[in-house]
Each structure stands twice: as C-alpha cells, then as structure tokens.
C-alpha cells in the first residue's frame, strides 16, 4: 500500500500523466508496484517502460515522442502542428537518424523518415502539441524543404503551405535558402519562391 501511495505521488509530480519504470526504480520503489497500478486500472501500460495514468487525457503527439525519443515531427505532420496544414495527418510522420532501428515502429500508425546525422537534428524546435505538451518538430524552414524534397506529400498541400510561407511576415526567406541549399533542393525552393514573391 505504501509503494502504491509513492507511485501515485510521482504521477502526481508527473505534469503529463505519464511515468516510466525508470522514474520508478530511481525513486526506490520496486518495478511490480507498476503491475498493481495497472492491474487496478489506474494506469495502463502504453509501451515498453512507460505508463500513463488511466484519468490523463491521451495525448499521442506526445506518448509517440516520450516512447522514441529520438523521433522528430516532419513533413505533413509538422505542417499541420505548424498550422500551415488543415488537414490532420492519418498517419504521423516522424524523422529518425539513418541507422536508427526500433523494431516496434513498424507496428505504429506512423511513417517513418530516416536522414544522415548532418540532416537530423538541425532546425528542431521544440512547441506545444495540441494538448499542450511540449514536443519537438521541425521548424517551417526544415519542414517546407523537406515536403518539396521527399515524396507522398499531396501537391496541393505543398503549394498551399509555400503560398502561405511567402505573404507571413514570419518567414526567414535567408533560413530558408541555406536549409534548401544543405538538403539539396534550392532549385525547387527558389522556383516556388520566385513564383510566389
């Protein structure tokens, strides 16, 4: 009972409801208090080593990225959290480092992309997902180079985001050139650009 008790003091702690086996173990509690919490139905398991709180609102922008913590939100799916999408992705698509290999991902509603280390972790920032976790995406730069490089992002959904990026008084037209020219695509980026501007 007192093991219970601690356990449900650090999810109290917990700010997103979610817990891990390894907050657990630090705190000195052993691991099977997990099991009692879930076997109780105040929490579930949602992967390996971390549990959410059965009363937590789920988030999955944000259980996907505590679960593969070293996934970035790209292409369509940063666009929709950037706000340059309406259209809410049916699957996630998140960006890994080549060589990256989590023999679960293929079981996930996600699409995964895998760039060489120089191209991975450049233009990553962190915002709000639309529960108000905190996430890490691609910033618009990044993400509009990387819809106009890869493939299976809808023409129109692109040259919607472009049309937007080129009247915001946000954009960082220099950012977006060197982000273009380092993935290889400054000819696209300059082409929509000298189109739109």
């Known amino acids: 009972m007192e093991s219970k008790n601690a356990a449900k003091t650090l999810f109290d702690n917990s700010p997103h409801g979610v817990i891990t086996t390894k907050q657990v173990t630090e705190s000195g509690m052993h691991r099977n208090v997990l099991q009692k919490l879930v076997k109780d139905g105040d929490l579930y398991r949602y992967g390996r080593g971390l549990y959410v709180q059965s009363d937590t609102w789920e988030d999955e ?4 990225q505590c679960k593969y913590g070293r996934g970035i939100y790209s292409h369509d799916t ?34 995964v992309k895998r760039v060489v280390p120089d191209n991975y972790s450049f233009g990553t920032i962190e915002i709000k997902s639309p ?35 080129a009247t915001s008084k946000e954009k960082d037209i220099y950012r977006l050139m060197k982000y273009a020219e380092q993935l290889r695509v400054k000819p696209k980026v300059l082409h929509y650009m000298e189109v739109l501007l």
Do not use: H, W
């Open 78 to 111: 940063a666009l929709y959290l950037l706000g340059y999408s309406d259209r809410t992705p049916a699957k996630f698509t998140m960006t890994f480092p080549k060589g990256y290999n989590a023999p679960s991902l293929k079981q996930e509603n996600i699409i």
């Open 61 to 64: 922008f944000y259980l996907l």
């Open 131 to 165: 529960y108000g976790n905190p996430i890490k995406i691609y910033n618009l730069e990044k993400t509009l180079c990387d819809i106009v490089r890869g493939s299976g992002c809808d023409i129109q959904v692109i040259n919607s985001a472009m049309k937007r990026y």
